[in-house]
């Protein structure tokens, strides 16, 4: 059986598997603006295209928007997603934690 959100937590490490994606996407929220495709792709040593299929890598996953302003294409980042995978991570956190401290018990009282 699946979590609830099991395929956007996927997409959101796919797309971040990248590391080409994980800058494009850095940088968009270091920046704090909407950036043009024009203005991510100028950072880059790859084509204008070839930045256009992570971004849209990038927006599948919902990490980023995009506006359409005349023929300029606006990316805004979208922290929300990280909240899954933040959820995702403390799962496992606490699972340790608390692994741990049984483990810390049992030996506590076996000494």
Known sequence: MKEPHH???DQIFKALA??????IFHALVAASVALTITQISERYEISRQGVTKHIKILEEAGLITI???????Y?????????????WINFYDKFWDDS??????????NS
């Open 75 to 87: 990316c805004l980042p979208s922290t929300k997603p990280l909240k899954l995978i933040t959820g």
């Open 100 to 109: 741990l401290s049984r483990l810390d018990e049992h030996l506590d009282q």
């Open 67 to 73: 506006n359409a302003h005349g023929r300029e294409r």
């Open 18 to 23: 990248d590391p080409t994606r994980r800058e």
């Open 7 to 9: 395929e956007q937590i």
